[in-house]
Each structure stands twice: as structure tokens, then as C-alpha cells.
């Protein structure tokens, strides 16, 4: 009950496309879901996070879409970029809970 | 922008030799924790520590793992025993409280070989 299930496990994507990547999770307690970025050899940087209160979240190019009754969550990038090539992480938790990372989507953006 | 600090930021020891990893919170932060990164895979939780105390552990955080926040700044994960498997990348992170969002450090890459 506790994992967070992401999809793709990999992306490719022209410049100026729009990646969406997705995540679902199984446990209603959870109230936090931010969005992590992951450059190698680099720790997970938090890109944008959402409550479940809220059905989007935008911040620059970045916008969260939240569905409470599907218990999915997902990430949008708008007009991407040859420097969005990262690994994105989704994550879930509630109150001071640990993190529940899912496993990754490996997003390469092509000029 | 404050930052989480770890150190070192590679460590290679050898099979049965003690490690200590080394992190920095953010200074008004009072919730810590240590992930791990196996290479190429997800991010998994170790432990979390709050109020002098571990407050949440895994089951990867057996006998062999210890942490503790010596002199109020620095927090430290300390494995005893080195296995092979131990190998990856180790993150601390440290969060105000549940209205912040979690600040990850750069990592130690353990090598035991």
C-alpha cells in the first residue's frame, strides 16, 4: 500500500515537446506529492510538489495534474528543453512519514 | 538557497571496514533523513530521525547501520560492517517540517570492494 507506481520507465522527446510523465499510488493518506529532478551524480532536486486539495499545479514551464479519485498524479513539461534531460522522480508521503519514491522515468530531450 | 551538505562525496572501502558518512542539514531544519540509491535504480528509504531519536527505519536499516546527530549540526549514518551490497549512493535530507518540501544533499557514492 505504501508504493507509488511511475510509468515511463524511459522518454524521448523533441525540443519543444511535451513530456508526460505518470504516477499512481495506493495509500489515501498520502497529502504530499512533489516531483523530483535528478541530474547524474546529483541528489534529487524537488522541481515542484502538490496537495491534494488542488487539481493543478504550475510553476514555469513545469505544471503537476492531480486526480484524487484515480490516485494518480502526473508531470507536464512544457516547451522542453535539451537541459530537461534528467531522471524525474515522483514521490508521495503524509505528515513527517518517510518518502515513497517511484522508480524513475529516464527523460531525454533531443534538439 | 540553503543547502544540505555531505561529505565525502566518494568513499571506497574495503568488505568488514566501518564507514561513516557525514551531512550538514539545513540549520532551522529539525526533521532528518538517509536514502539510498542502488546505481540505475530508485530511491529507497533508510531511516528518519527526529527529536534525537530515530522515529521511522526500513527494513535495508539492520543491526549494521547506525545514526546520530553528534553536536547538533552534523548528522551521521554510520555501517560497521561493509558488505558488497552496501555499494550505491547515499543521500541525507532535512525538512522543516510537513508544510516544506524535503532539500536532498549531492550524496556519498560508498564503493566497497
Known amino acids: 500500500q505504501q508504493q507509488v507506481k511511475q510509468s515511463p520507465q524511459s522518454l524521448i522527446v523533441q525540443k519543444g515537446g511535451i513530456p508526460i510523465i505518470n504516477c499512481a499510488y495506493e495509500?489515501?493518506?498520502?497529502?504530499?506529492f512533489p516531483w523530483y529532478q535528478q541530474f547524474p551524480g546529483k541528489g534529487p532536486a524537488l522541481l515542484i510538489a502538490?496537495?491534494?486539495?488542488?487539481s493543478e499545479k504550475k510553476e514555469g514551464r513545469f505544471t503537476i495534474s492531480f486526480n484524487k479519485s484515480a490516485k494518480q498524479f502526473s508531470l507536464h513539461i512544457m516547451d522542453s528543453q535539451p537541459g530537461d534531460s534528467a531522471t524525474y522522480f515522483c514521490?508521495?508521503?503524509?505528515?513527517?512519514?518517510?518518502?515513497?519514491f517511484g522508480t524513475g522515468t529516464r527523460l531525454t530531450i533531443i534538439p | 538557497e540553503p543547502e544540505v551538505t555531505q561529505t565525502p562525496s566518494h568513499q571506497v572501502t574495503q568488505m568488514g571496514q566501518e564507514v561513516i558518512l557525514r551531512c550538514v542539514p539545513i540549520?532551522?531544519?529539525?526533521?532528518f533523513y538517509w536514502y539510498r540509491q542502488i546505481l540505475g535504480q530508485k530511491v529507497e528509504f533508510l531511516v528518519s530521525?527526529?527529536?534525537?531519536?530515530?522515529?521511522?527505519k526500513s527494513e535495508i536499516f539492520d543491526d549494521q547501520f547506525s545514526v546520530e546527530r553528534p553536536d547538533g549540526s552534523n548528522f551521521t549514518l554510520k555501517i560497521r560492517s561493509t558488505k558488497l551490497e552496501d555499494s550505491a549512493m547515499y543521500f541525507c535530507?532535512?525538512?522543516?517540517?510537513?508544510?516544506?518540501?524535503?532539500?536532498f544533499g549531492s550524496g556519498t557514492r560508498l564503493t566497497v570492494v
Open positions: 495509500n489515501t493518506a498520502f497529502d504530499y
Open positions: 530521525f527526529y527529536n534525537n531519536e530515530i522515529s521511522e
Open positions: 540549520s532551522n531544519h529539525l526533521y
Open positions: 535530507a532535512s525538512r522543516r517540517d510537513s508544510h516544506y518540501g524535503y532539500t
Open positions: 502538490i496537495r491534494p486539495d488542488v
Open positions: 514521490a508521495a508521503n503524509f505528515g513527517n512519514e518517510k518518502l515513497t
